[in-house]
Each structure stands twice: as C-alpha cells, then as structure tokens.
C-alpha cells in the first residue's frame, strides 16, 4: 500500500467533491478522480477499487435525494436493471477478446453527435411530471435493449457510461432530463456496487484514502442532485456537456495524442 499523503489526501478528496457534484447531475465523475488517483501515485489495481468505493456510496446519496424529490422512475429502472447488469458481463467478457482502443476512437467520433443532441432544443417536461416515459410493448422493447447496450460498453470500456445512461434515457426512452439523470442512478448504483464487492474481496482498495474520498464523493452528490433538482433540465443539460467534452479530451489525449 502507498503511504497517505497531505497531497494526495487534498488532490484525490478535491476531485472526488467535484467528480461526485458533477456525476450526480450528469455523470462523469470519474473522468476526474481517476486521473486524480493515479498522478498522485496511487497503483492502477488500488484507484480503480477504491474509486468504486467512493462513487458508489456517492451515488446511494444522490439517488436517495432524487427519490424524496420523487424523480426516481423505478418501473423503468426495475425493469433495466437486470439487463444492465447482464450487459456488463457480456461487455467483460468481450473485453478479453476486442481492442479497447478501436472503440475508444470510434467514440471519439460519435461524441460531438451526441454533445450536438444534447444542445438541441426540446420542450421539457416539468420535474416529476411524468410517472414513466413509455408504456406497452415500445417499454418492454427498448429497455431491456438500452439498458443491455449501455451494460455492455460499461462492462466493456466504461468511461461516461453514466452520461450515455442518461442521454439514452432521454432521447431513446423519452424520459425528461431530470429524471432521466435520476433513474440512471439506480443503474449506476447496481453495477457499482457490483464490482465494489468483487474490489472489497481481492483486497484491491486503499482504504484510509477511500474514507476520505467517499466523504468528499457523498458530499458532492448530494450537492450535485440538490442543484439539478433546483435548476432543472437546464443544469443537467449544461453538464452533460461538461462530461461529454471531458470525455472526448480523454479519449483523443489517450488514442490519437500520447506518445506512450
């Protein structure tokens, strides 16, 4: 284990309070605390781990806010669960067969696409309105496939699965902002704790760092989900937008510009 640092005890707390704000509105976060983790020194094995740690239980608070506030579409999130999780296995397992670089530049250019739908102008839907997006057999369909897709380039690749979560709840599922940012969270939710338990068990978390980061992650969420709820589909918008640009600079820095 690396020794606790002053600096990375401030690097990694500060992008896990901006990451959890972001990520509760938008996702993303992690576009921010991984790298905060491994330029402090922290070892591969040991950030992805103990960053599960902290999103996940950042993510509880911020869907237990969005739930109060009654945005949580759980007949939706239900019924995606399952497939979302069985996605991510199959995109595991995929994983051990397909270049991740060949999708990291195919994303590369679909990214602005969806930055550009993002911006496109739409009526939305009051907060809390709306009690699902769809119904009939259009729901039964296109769920389990959304969610499916979205758990296999989870299980596959990851990074801003959370932000595509949200963008296919929207646009796909005809979900408003809100509370498609809401209901993503029960996804999220389910395969973060599912690979923060198989962290826990190989003993691949650096413990006195996560505590700290998880109490910045659950503080920023809960910011986070209290500024989309008060600002609506408006403050989602705007930083989806944020993490869909953070994304495509990681995703061009990695596959197109680093020398390494």
């Known amino acids: ?135 009939g057999p259009r729901f039964w369909l296109l769920v389990p496939l959304v969610c499916l897709l979205i758990g296999v380039y989870d299980g596959f690749f990851g990074p801003g699965t959370g932000s595509f979560l949200i963008l296919a709840l929207h646009w796909v599922l005809r979900a408003g902002l809100i509370e498609a940012s809401a209901t993503s969270k029960v996804l999220n939710l389910g395969s973060n704790v599912g690979a923060a338990a198989a962290f826990i068990w190989h003993g691949t978390v650096f413990w006195p760092l996560a505590a700290i980061m998880t109490a910045c992650s659950m503080l920023g969420n809960w910011f986070g989900s209290r500024t989309a709820i008060r600002i609506g589909p408006a403050a989602v918008r705007r930083f989806l937008m944020v993490s869909l640009g953070l994304l495509l600079l990681t995703l061009i820095w990695r596959y197109f510009l680093d020398p390494a």
């Open 1 to 135: 284990m690396p020794a606790l640092t002053l600096s990375m005890t401030a690097a990694c707390g500060g992008a896990a309070l901006v990451g959890g704000f972001i990520d509760a509105i938008a996702g993303g976060g992690g576009l921010l605390t991984m790298p905060a983790l491994l330029l402090t020194g922290v070892p591969p094995h040991l950030a992805l781990g103990t960053n599960k740690i902290s999103s996940s239980l950042g993510t509880a608070v911020a869907l237990g806010t969005f739930a109060r506030s009654h945005l949580v579409l759980w007949r939706l999130a239900l019924a995606g669960l399952a497939f979302s999780l069985l996605g991510s296995w199959v995109g595991s397992l995929l994983a051990l067969h397909i270049s991740a670089a060949v999708l990291g530049k195919i994303l590369v250019g679909l990214l602005p696409v969806g930055m550009l739908l993002t911006l496109a102008p739409k009526r939305e839907r009051q907060a809390g309105a709306c009690s699902a997006p769809l119904h």
